[in-house]
């Protein structure tokens, strides 16, 4: 792992994370207090250009109950009820060298993970199928609308090379029928023994290169109740693996990667820098 540190002063540590080409800031506040991290915030620091860029950020923290509790939020600030790779992504520091598996929550939802051989496996919960309004003159039409802990409207198309995903997405990804958030868009195209999917997630406004809750979404459809395990191929290259276990809970498995680590410093462009470095300093 690579060190981006400007020298010793004061910051947060952070590491910089990616599953499968999803990226994430990760800050570690289990052990000591942290700052409150609002929407303006989380957005400066993820803007590739201003701060350190990513797709979403990773908190963790430590409950009264002594439980780890994982908050994620968007590109945009935004606070996101599930991310798939987020949960791979902080369950390989949870887990550090060991197997596990280890339990923790990522916002309200339960993730049991587990290293397999050179992947991280987490255990996401149920998919389900949400019922649909009309669509039949919205073009391109959606198959499904499935809730992998994020709505994701599930698209097939027959060469996903060339496609235009984020015109495309527009119309779904502001639809009003999953509600005032609206939902990603996954485009799905369904191969021999594999699916190769491509999201346009919201929060990010834009396609990313891979999407662990799209990858469970597109396989409940691809799977049409079968436990698989079903590969899914991503925009980034990197293969996923989706299965049902005899609980019928999914279970995600990919690859994970610690990019480099630093210091955030707090100064005058970040919104809220003046409160939030006054109490660092405090706690310090």
């Known amino acids: ?21 999803n990226d994430f800031v990760l800050f570690d506040f289990r052990t000591q207090d942290g700052p409150k991290f609002t929407a303006p915030m989380a957005r400066f620091i993820l803007d590739r250009h201003r701060g350190i860029g990513g797709d979403g950020l990773l908190i963790l923290r430590t409950n009264s109950a002594g439980r780890v509790v994982v908050d994620y939020r968007n590109a945009d600030g935004s606070a996101a009820e599930f991310c798939g790779n987020g949960a791979r992504c902080a369950a390989a520091i949870l887990l550090g060298e060991e197997q ?12 049991v993970a587990r290293r397999t051989g050179g992947s991280i496996a987490v255990r996401v919960g149920v998919a389900e199928e949400r019922p649909m309004p009309e669509l039949s003159r919205l073009r391109p039409r959606p198959a499904a609308l499935i809730k992998a802990g994020v709505d994701h409207w599930i698209v097939p198309v ?44 919201r929060g990010v406004e834009g396609e990313t290169l891979s999407c662990g809750s799209g990858c469970v979404a597109a396989a409940h459809w691809a799977l049409a109740g079968s436990r698989g395990p079903l590969q899914v191929l991503t925009e980034g290259e990197e293969l996923m693996r989706v299965w049902l276990d005899d609980s019928g809970l999914y ?16 100064d005058r462009r970040v919104p809220g820098w003046a409160a939030e470095a006054r109490q660092t300093a405090r706690r310090g």
Do not use: C
């Open 1 to 21: 792992m690579k060190g981006k540190s400007e020298g010793p002063g004061p910051g947060l540590p952070f590491l910089k994370l990616e599953g499968a080409g």
């Open 100 to 111: 596990g598996p280890i339990t923790f929550h990522l916002m309200k939802i339960e993730v």
């Open 158 to 201: 027959g060469d996903l090379n060339g496609l235009d995903v984020s015109g495309l997405a527009q119309p779904l990804r502001h639809h009003p029928w999953p509600g005032p958030k609206g939902a990603n868009v996954t485009f799905v195209e369904k191969r021999r023994s594999e699916i190769r999917i491509r999201t346009y997630e």
């Open 251 to 266: 279970w995600l498995e990919g690859p994970t990667a610690a990019v480099y680590q630093g210091f955030w410093r707090f």
